[in-house]
Structures are given as C-alpha cells and as structure tokens.
C-alpha cells in the first residue's frame, strides 16, 4: 500500500483529545492548518509519554539558552474540543520527536502501527522517501507552540476517572474492587 504523508509546519492547531466518557476514551493527536485536518489514535500513555518527553526537551533547549524555549505561558492550555471531523487517519505505533537546530522548530513524529513481525526492522530502516511503509504525521512546532500542547495533552489525561484513594486504579461510576480491600466495596457510614 502507498505510503501517505501528513506534513505540518507550523499548524494552526496541535492538541491531544478524546471522543468518548472516561473510561472508555480514544485518545487523538490531532493537527490542524486552515480547512486540513488529520487525526491519529493512540494510547494515552503514548500521550503522556509525548508531553514528558517533550518537557524534557523544552527544558534542556532552556537550560541551553536557545531563544524561544523559555518556559513561557501557553498560548491557550484549554485547547478546546478536537475539530471536527475526526476522522482515524491510522493508529500510532511509534512516537519520536527532535529539535531542528536549522529553523529552531520542534519536531513531532507519529508513525502508523505495523502489525507483521518485521515491525523492528521496518523501524530501524525508516525511510520518508519511500512509496512503501506506513503511513506518518509530522508535525513542526515554535517551542511555546510545544509547551502549549504539553498543557492541553496533560489537562487532557487529567481529565479521566479519578483515582481509588487507597490503590491509585481509575474508579468506575459504579465503583471499583479494590485489590487493597481484598476486592470488596469500601465500607457504608
């Protein structure tokens, strides 16, 4: 199957959302430059592993002294609801991001899942260039377009279920077993 290529510089929107209740969600990237929109499902820990990442970077460029890194207040952390339509263009298997020391940009990267198991050979040898390969959105961004994403896609994965105060696993509405009750229901006043 050809290879489809999703290239954005500089968008006018790069957020992480959801569609659907907490606890049953499917967490998107979705990037946005004027009527074009393309949106990938992932995990939400890929997600959270994005705007970690990202933060160590931002904060190392800072550190570095690189102008425009410097932990600034975001354009808008809330973000808003994903754009619509959102429509799955793929499904995320691999994450990377770098810094373009050219045009001081940071770089996101969300390749397709490749589902045989040539997938660590089909990672190692990535190339853009070819026709072949799974599909990929790249994503160019000012650093404080960056820290901007960073708090909306943490405000997004707080957003979830609350945690059991004495375990830490997401509580259901309807309540939850909790291993460190020997998984019966906390006790009624």
Request: proline content about 7%; glycine content about 8%.
């Amino acid at each position: 199957m050809t290879r489809r290529r999703f290239l954005f510089d500089t968008p006018d929107r790069f957020v992480a959302g959801t569609v659907g209740a907490p606890g049953n969600r499917t967490f998107f990237l979705q990037a946005r430059d004027g009527a074009r929109i393309v949106s990938v499902a992932l995990e939400k820990v890929q997600v959270a592993a994005l705007a970690q990442r990202l933060t160590d970077l931002l904060d190392e460029l800072e550190r570095r002294g690189i102008e425009g890194a410097a932990a600034e207040q975001p354009l808008d952390a809330n973000g808003g609801p994903l754009d619509e339509p959102i429509n799955e263009a793929f499904r995320v298997g691999t994450l990377s991001m770098g810094w373009d020391t050219q045009d001081d940009l940071v770089l996101v990267e969300a390749r397709e899942i490749v589902e045989d198991e040539e997938q660590t050979e089909e990672e190692e040898a990535f190339d853009e260039e070819d026709e072949e390969g799974p599909d990929f959105l790249r994503v160019r961004l000012t650093p404080i377009a960056a820290r901007t994403f960073v708090a909306q896609a943490v405000g997004v994965i707080a957003s979830g279920r609350p945690p059991c105060p004495l375990c830490g696993q997401p509580l259901d509405p309807q309540g939850h077993l909790c291993p460190r009750r020997n998984g019966h229901a906390p006790l009624m006043n």
